[in-house]
């Protein structure tokens, strides 16, 4: 079956540098997702990784170990306007059927 | 504003009856594909369309839902004799190559 776990909630300080881990287990694995989602809101991409390695887009990186089932989610100069949902979703398929974790809650406070 | 948009945006509707979602994605993108939402999850998969062609089907949906696309651009979602655990939050989602998706603002449904 297909597995997603990554923590329920973080705190973090404004200006700082926070990074929320996600392990996954998934058949016929094709790749890594990152979305943002804002309470009330739906999701928004972030990234996508299906090489192992690091990926970096302005203040988030996102990296991925295919061998370990382990990516993370890397913010930087944390603003408060990024206390939102993090949530890690594993493809599969030539679909790209997208198996969500719960989400990490993140909070930026001053 | 990511080019998805939905309809309604929020429904409420009493237990046992039917009710339609619309979704009209980025007018290029080829997949579409649905997910709800409840508080505290993840968005978890129902169904994906390429073009008019629905090619997965995800086993938790009863088959009291049912999606159409029929001219591969717009799609519809319908709940037949809708229960309360039905309520939640439906998003809709459109790609061009899958690997990044745009979702819309999402339907609220409501059974009461």
């Known amino acids: 079956g297909q597995n997603i776990d990554q923590p329920t909630e973080m705190t973090a300080t404004e200006g700082a540098i926070v990074q929320i881990n996600c392990t996954y287990q998934?058949?016929?694995?094709?790749?890594l997702f990152w979305y943002q989602q804002h309470a009330g809101e739906a999701p928004t991409f972030l990234s996508y990784n299906v090489l192992d390695g690091l990926e970096e887009k302005g203040r988030f990186s996102s990296f991925l170990s295919r061998s370990k089932g382990y990516s993370y989610l890397l913010l930087k100069e944390l603003q408060m306007k990024d206390s939102a949902s993090y949530l890690c979703a594993a493809a599969s398929g030539g679909s790209y059927i997208p198996t969500f974790g719960r989400g990490t809650s993140l909070i930026v406070h001053p | 504003d990511t080019g998805v948009s939905q309809d309604p945006r929020h429904k409420i509707t009493k237990r046992g009856q039917n009710v339609t979602f619309r979704c009209d994605p980025i007018s290029e993108h080829n997949r579409l594909y649905w997910y709800r939402q409840t508080l505290g999850q993840g968005p978890e998969f129902l169904t994906y369309f390429q073009n008019e062609a629905q090619l997965e089907k995800s086993r938790l949906l009863s088959d009291r839902f049912s999606a159409e696309r029929p001219k591969g651009s717009f799609s519809t979602l319908e709940i037949q004799r809708t229960e309360q655990g039905d309520s939640a939050m439906y998003l809709c989602a459109s790609s061009l190559s899958g690997h990044e998706q745009y979702f819309g603002p999402g339907t609220r449904l409501t059974v009461t």
């Open positions: 998934t058949s016929g694995f094709n790749g």
